[in-house]
């Protein structure tokens, strides 16, 4: 056979060895994952590691990104002539590339990419197996640098543990370099960019569950990782937002109508730790945030049960709309911890 997956996998595939610093590639792999831990370790200089993250900012934010499909790319797969000269054969090249890119919504000239890195095999089920592997490594490089802020300092070294803690809160979640009160109250204004993508790539996979049983156990997983991520951004974030908690509610309902209880049960957990009182605010602060965070609540949809999830299928703007609507809104009513409790009663009922 002249399959370009036969022939061509070796050379086209580049699989560059990660040292130290700037020669470290920037994908979101299973190579990447190593060099972070490799990090924390300190077995990588601090410098070299926080080089690095400035490299790869942009995907932690945004882990699962891609390319969607593109009639474009598409075109030029169904030729059989790729643009660096090789050829595919119709069968199974094109066809199985092509059944890739509809069964996962991705640009056609990035499956043909997917299925070399499986080569010999050419099969649109083997790489969708690559596929969702990668993606777990991605989501899971943000996962190790959260989850090292959370544990604190002690557990890897002081100069590591501090360009972690100032990419975490500067880049990740826009709290300022040293998570100060005045960059958090103004980051606590607008939608946290990692949450919002975060949400979005829960409900994303939640939807690709739905259209049928293949690679069903990896979107699961994918979906409990990306849950995960939330739970530990709310750990260091816990003064979220109101159009924050209003994408969190979204997802939790998203959720909860998909039977995903368990995965609902971290949504829950974060949207607790979202609503409980700042010990470190001042008064006007802490009835300013809760002020807000209750009109938002208070504007969403409620169910028969009365609670704030309310009815996926009554019309009516979603969550996150609403928060943006109500964010800007003064607050002026006094309020205390019992706010809190009450707006915990009602997502939980």
Do not use: W
Request: hydrophobic fraction near 45%; aromatic fraction near 4%; charge should be negative.
């Amino acid at each position: 056979s002249g399959s370009l997956y036969h022939t061509s996998h070796a050379s086209h595939v580049s699989m560059t060895s990660r040292e130290e610093g700037a020669s470290a590639t920037s994908v979101l792999d299973l190579q990447a994952l190593q060099f972070l831990e490799t990090a924390l370790h300190g077995d990588v200089a601090a410098t070299s590691l926080e080089e690095y993250l400035s490299q790869v900012a942009g995907q932690l934010l945004n882990p699962l990104f891609q390319k969607g499909r593109s009639s474009a790319a598409r075109q030029v797969v169904s030729s059989g002539k790729l643009p660096d000269g090789r050829s595919l054969d119709p069968v199974p090249d094109i066809e199985q590339t092509l059944l890739l890119a509809d069964e996962l919504d991705l640009d056609e000239l990035e499956c043909v990419s997917l299925i070399e890195l499986t080569a010999p095999a050419v099969s649109a089920d083997a790489a969708m197996v690559e596929y969702y592997e990668r993606r777990s490594s991605a989501v899971n490089c943000l996962i190790t640098l959260l989850v090292t802020q959370v544990n604190g300092y002690g557990f890897v070294q002081d100069d590591v543990f501090a360009v972690v803690e100032k990419f975490n809160l500067s880049t990740l979640l826009g709290m300022g370099a040293e998570g100060n009160s005045a960059a958090s109250a103004a980051s606590a204004a607008s939608a946290t960019p990692l949450v919002t993508n975060l949400c979005a790539s829960i409900t994303k996979t939640v939807s690709s569950v739905d259209r049928g049983p293949k690679m069903r156990q990896y979107k699961i997983k994918e979906c409990m990782e990306l849950c995960e991520c939330l739970v530990y951004a709310a750990c260091i974030k816990q003064r979220m937002g109101p159009a924050d908690v209003a994408a969190l509610l979204d997802v939790l309902r998203t959720l909860l109508h998909h039977d995903l209880r368990q995965h609902a049960s971290l949504l829950v957990v974060v949207i607790m730790l979202t609503l409980l009182p700042q010990e470190s605010l001042d008064e006007q602060a802490m009835k300013k945030d809760t002020v807000g965070i209750q009109r938002v609540i208070e504007g969403l949809s409620f169910g028969s049960r009365g609670t704030a999830l309310g009815d996926s299928n009554r019309p009516g703007k979603p969550a996150a709309a609403l928060a943006m609507s109500t964010a800007a809104a003064t607050p002026g009513a006094d309020s205390s911890s019992s706010a809190h409790l009450a707006i915990a009663e009602m997502v939980c009922a």
